[in-house]
T-cell receptor, first 114, second 116 residues
Framework: RKEVEQDPGPFNVPEGATVAFNCTYS??????FFWYRQDCRKEPKLLMSVYSSGNEDGRFTAQLNRASQYISLLIRDSKLSDSATYLC???????????????FGRGTQLTVWP | ETGVTQTPRHLVMGMTNKKSLKCEQH?????MYWYKQSAKKPLELMFVYNFKEQTENNSVPSRFSPECPNSSHLFLHLHTLQPEDSALYLCASSQKGGGTYTGELFFGEGSRLTVL
């Protein structure tokens, strides 16, 4: 079983739409969770961390459900500039390392059209 | 100028060639990484260096040989590669502070490698 499984998409939505991405992880001891964004032919960049209580950053809301080992990202009022691949990322706690031993999902591709 | 710079951006090599990828970070971070990104696959961690010491080798074949002369520079030496090694190779850096890790990796733009 893969460490991180993501809804593969692609998602094609009009401007202004609300879109949600889902992700599940296999290691129940995982401690920290993130969403990264990768534009076409560019490097991944941190979008936001995901906290147990859920967190919001402008139009973006991330939620974590530890019981179901499930992470989500909600984008409201989509903009053309939101078109990218969104990567679900998990830091497993059992590696014993506090460095970047991150597991990446394959990513979900989003295209926002005018 | 980006915080993490990779050269070359594109590389085509034959299976018998020897080449190197270079990464430099200007962020003052103390950890550097090599990741591999293949089409339709998730990013795969290859190597981790913490203060120039290799702390992780994720079962990478010996035809990939990393070198970290200081905490700002990282190399990936390539020799006798296979066509299936064609991929985007991403360098990243992070700051480990106080025993915790923020989860933010700063990536370079990558070196796109094609092995013929």
């Amino acid at each position: 079983r893969k460490e991180v499984e993501q809804d593969p998409g692609p998602f094609n939505v009009p401007e202004g739409a609300t879109v949600a991405f889902n992700c599940t992880y296999s290691n129940s001891a995982s401690q920290s969770f993130f969403w990264y964004r990768q534009d076409c032919r560019k490097e991944p960049k941190l979008l936001m961390s995901v906290y147990s209580s859920g967190n919001e950053d402008g139009r973006f809301t991330a939620q974590l459900n530890r019981a179901s080992q499930y992470i989500s990202l909600l984008i409201r009022d989509s903009k053309l500039s939101d078109s990218a691949t969104y990567l679900c990322v998990v830091n497993p706690a059992d590696r014993g390392s506090t460095l970047g031993r991150l597991y990446f999902g394959r990513g979900t591709q989003l295209t926002v059209w005018p | 100028e980006t915080g993490v710079t990779q050269t070359p951006r594109h590389l085509v090599m034959g299976m018998t060639n020897k080449k190197s990828l270079k990464c430099e970070q200007h962020l003052g971070h103390n950890a550097m990484y090599w990741y591999k990104q293949s089409a339709k696959k998730p990013l795969e961690l290859m190597f981790v260096y913490n203060f120039k010491e290799q702390t992780e080798n994720n079962s990478v074949p010996s035809r990939f040989s990393p070198e970290c002369p200081n905490s700002s520079h990282l190399f990936l030496h390539l020799h006798t590669l296979q066509p299936e090694d064609s991929a985007l190779y991403l360098c990243a850096s992070s700051q480990k502070g106080g025993g915790t890790y923020t989860g933010e990796l700063f990536f370079g733009e990558g070196s796109r490698l094609t092995v013929l």
